[in-house]
């Protein structure tokens, strides 16, 4: 055998193995985020009821479609509201909607709250989240503005 012929066998084993691991990295299509999501934790909770803000439609990425954004904290399981928040915040999904169809969960964060407003022609997320999250130790929660691009979280500034 040559060593060009080794090296081929060599390069379509790493493919071989690798390949299946890279498709499991692709993020699966769901079709209704809110019902994805609705209907997961009605599968874990013995009694749950989703409050008013749960799921909010915005268009996060500026292209023109309905993306969703998913507060967890809006959930209460078993008779405990907020059962998945604590002293960081609350999660939050973040849903892009894709114009094959569908929507793709781009982040989950774990914030107080934020704010949808318009800046430099954009709409941008200004996250309240712990202040560890702009290196800081002290108790003032950290205002994080980001931007989403495409299926990206680009952060703008931290204070």
Request: proline share 4%; aromatic share 12%; glycine share 6%.
């Amino acid at each position: 055998m040559t060593f060009g012929r080794i090296l081929l066998v060599f390069l379509q084993v790493i493919l071989a193995v690798s390949l299946p691991t890279l498709s499991f990295a692709q993020q699966s299509l769901v079709m209704d985020p809110e019902r994805f999501e609705r209907e997961h934790f009605t599968e874990i909770c013995k009694q749950v009821s989703f409050d008013t803000g749960f799921a909010t439609p915005l268009d996060i990425n500026n292209d023109g479609l309905t993306d969703m954004v998913v507060n967890e904290g809006k959930i209460t399981c078993d008779g405990e509201p907020k059962y998945l928040c604590n002293d960081e915040g609350c999660p939050s999904n973040f849903y892009v909607q894709v114009k094959e169809g569908g929507y793709v969960l781009i982040a989950t964060a774990r914030i107080y709250g934020y704010d949808f407003i318009m800046r430099f022609g954009n709409m941008v997320f200004v996250f309240d989240m712990a202040a560890k999250y702009c290196d800081r130790a002290d108790s003032d929660p950290c205002k994080m503005t980001v931007r989403v691009r495409g299926t990206r979280f680009v952060t703008i500034s931290k204070k």
